[in-house]
């Protein structure tokens, strides 16, 4: 029998700044800051991601690229790599991710490579929390409650199990 299911989700739009709550503020000024650090000559599309633990600390990262280009990381995983390997038991919680060009940041939110969103579902898995997710441009802003809104049907640990004995 064929059954045709439907996957479908919601997410929040601001316009405002003012309209964010204080903490997911907070989270894009990091991120801002972050793509203000990265190293992006070849693209010369500055990516930063601010990720914030339970505790409150927040961690940021930037896309730092290569002239070997497949040897360059994007900045959410930058910004995860460091957390997970400063802080293994702090799980995240949410996750900013801003764009700049040489004009400065881009109108539009950025929204994560389908590397990085594998990445950000590996961590949701590890730690068993979801990871808000906030994509943030200068007069838009999106927010997202897990990454299981970007990449439904994934793959992960429970996939894996299948195969073992
Ligand atoms: N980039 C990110 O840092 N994050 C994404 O999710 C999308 C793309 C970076 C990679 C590369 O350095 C530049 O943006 C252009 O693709």
């Known amino acids: 029998m064929i059954e045709t299911k439907n996957i479908s989700f919601s997410y929040q739009e601001f316009e405002l700044p003012e309209e964010l709550n204080p903490d997911d503020s907070e989270l894009v ?5 972050a793509a203000s650090n ?17 505790s409150g600390i927040i961690v940021r990262g930037a896309n730092v690229e290569n002239a070997a280009f497949p040897s360059g990381i994007c900045a959410e995983r ?20 801003a764009s700049m060009r040489k004009d ?8 994560p490579c389908g590397n990085c969103r594998q990445v950000i579902a590996e961590e949701e898995s590890r730690t068993g929390n979801k990871i ?10 999106i927010i997202i409650d897990s990454i299981i809104c970007l990449l439904p049907l994934q793959f992960n640990k429970e996939n894996l199990k299948v195969n073992l004995p």
């Open 29 to 33: 000024l990091a991120a801002r800051e």
């Open 38 to 54: 990265a190293y992006a000559p070849y693209s010369k599309f500055r990516v930063g991601a601010a990720v914030r633990l339970e």
């Open 78 to 97: 930058s910004a995860l790599s460091y957390s997970i390997s400063n802080h293994p038991d702090d799980k995240p919680i949410a996750i900013c991710i």
């Open 104 to 111: 400065g940041i881009t109108y539009e939110p950025p929204s």
């Open 132 to 141: 808000r997710i906030i994509l943030s441009g200068k007069n838009k802003t």
